[in-house]
């Protein structure tokens, strides 16, 4: 059986990749490939697939845990496409930026912690 953290994982992935894969359709729509617009559709079809298989599996996953907590925790995700957006893309994040995500796995880490 598939757990919660592992479900919550895979939705955080799939999201990602959607995310990314909308930005890549915008890196492919202002390039000089004389064939842009079919490369921006092919990427912005698979944001859709991504975005909407993500969506599939957060429902199943809400079958078993409370929004309250699942929604939090789906905070990862400002990690992951941080991490993307500059090792992959080479966009600028400052101190305050990565101050913010410190925040946001510090709070995920309090959330998973049993009382």
Not at 18 to 33: F, L, P, R, S
Not at 46 to 58: K, R
Not at 75 to 90: A, D, E, K, M, R
Request: glycine share 6%.
């Amino acid at each position: 059986m598939i757990t919660q953290l592992s479900l919550l994982l895979f939705v955080s992935v799939l999201t990602c990749v959607g995310q990314i894969a909308q930005k890549q359709a915008v890196v492919c729509w202002q390039g000089d490939n004389t064939n842009k617009a079919a490369s921006a559709i092919r990427w912005l079809v698979l944001a859709v697939l991504m975005l909407g298989l993500g969506m599939l599996f957060w429902l199943k996953l809400l079958e078993s845990m409370p929004l309250s907590i699942a929604y939090p925790m789906l905070s990862i995700n400002f990690v992951l496409v941080t991490l993307i957006g500059q090792f992959v893309y080479h966009e600028q994040t400052g101190f305050k930026h990565w101050l913010g995500v410190v925040s946001i796995m510090f709070g995920i880490l309090l959330m998973s912690i049993s009382i």
